[in-house]
């Protein structure tokens, strides 16, 4: 999803265009649901709105094409890439932070902003990210095993592995991975460590895994649960997702949009749990005494259904099939 981030000084205004981009085939990067999210996120000419995840810019540089002169995006990223990426626009109307999820209210701190118009989550990881072998998330290649989001903080998963406990190693790759043979996979792991190989690249954690596992899906790598697991963890994705959500109800103006792109069920089940709490009240028996209109009402409404890439677009870039939207909208309700 956890540790908190340090705080990151606020960059000067850059000087190029962003390159609209965040998944990608090999050779070029698409935004996922790219007019979806920003049309969710029912822009208003002169707001101010945050987009999460700058990624490479995509989502960021449709945002902007629909401001007016007055308007404002802050984004943030804590891959350093999607950061130089994101400095070389040339923008006034734009500023983008090194942080992590969980710091979006320093952001706000140090903007000094009181409330928005709009958020814009768009979580998993990149295919930029992906497609560099050194940066460890693939088992495509064989690089060094780092798969650190932010590389400027944290263990890598070379150094995770080199002393996680094997029941520990287990319980991570069955919740984060939904691996069945998560058992099979952290014992043959940690034997490789016992037996004193150290486990430093993606390609040699890729086949300890793969001669852990009896049966595999078809078309799947049997690396895929354990690379998605341990990513998860080491970057402590779902707990930062956690903490963001409840900073941007609080964030959010009367009438603003809460925008969230999800790429598997466990980020997913966070974020729909968390609108249906906001707008749920809890039932009341018919005898008691305070009536459901008096209670408090909802902060937070959802607005529409979950959105799925639509078949074109999947075909233009598999690697978006898996994503799901959902939007919710801040009431007047304090």
Do not use: W
């Amino acid at each position: 999803m956890m540790m908190g981030a340090n705080s990151a000084p606020k960059p000067p205004p850059s000087s190029a265009p962003a390159s609209p981009a965040i998944m990608s085939t090999a050779s070029a990067h698409i935004t996922v649901l790219l007019n979806e999210a920003v049309d969710a996120l029912n822009i208003k000419p002169n707001g101010t709105y945050i987009d999460g995840t700058f990624g490479r810019g995509g989502h960021s540089k449709k945002i902007l094409s629909k401001l007016g002169n007055a308007g404002r995006l802050f984004a943030m990223d804590r891959d350093l890439a999607a950061i130089e990426t994101g400095r070389q626009i040339q923008d006034a109307r734009f500023c983008i932070e090194h942080r992590h999820f969980s710091e979006i209210n320093q952001l706000a701190v140090v903007n000094h902003l009181t409330s928005v118009d709009g958020i814009l989550l768009d979580l998993g990881i990149s295919s930029p990210q992906i497609d560099e072998g050194e940066r460890g998330f693939s088992f495509r290649f064989d690089g060094p095993l780092d798969m650190r989001m932010d590389q400027t903080r944290g263990k890598t998963v070379a150094e995770l592995l080199s002393t996680i406990s094997e029941q520990q190693l287990g319980e991570v790759i069955k919740h984060y991975g939904e691996e069945r043979f998560a058992k099979q996979v952290a014992r043959a792991i940690i034997k490789e460590r016992t037996d004193g190989r150290a486990i430093t690249t993606t390609g040699q954690l890729a086949a300890i895994v793969a001669s852990a596992i009896p049966k595999v899906e078809p078309g799947q790598n049997p690396a895929t649960r354990t690379f998605q697991a341990l990513r998860i963890f080491i970057n402590q994705e779902l707990e930062e997702l956690s903490l963001i959500l409840p900073q941007c109800l609080s964030l959010l103006a009367a009438g603003g949009r809460l925008v969230v792109i999800s790429f598997h069920s466990l980020e997913d089940r966070i974020v729909k749990r968390f609108i249906q709490n906001e707008q749920n009240r809890d039932d009341l028996p018919a005898n008691f005494p305070i009536k459901a209109k008096d209670l408090p009402q909802p902060r937070l409404v959802s607005i529409g259904k979950a959105i799925k890439p639509s078949s074109m677009e999947i075909k233009q870039n598999v690697r978006c099939r898996s994503a799901i939207m959902r939007v919710a909208e801040r009431t007047t309700t304090a």
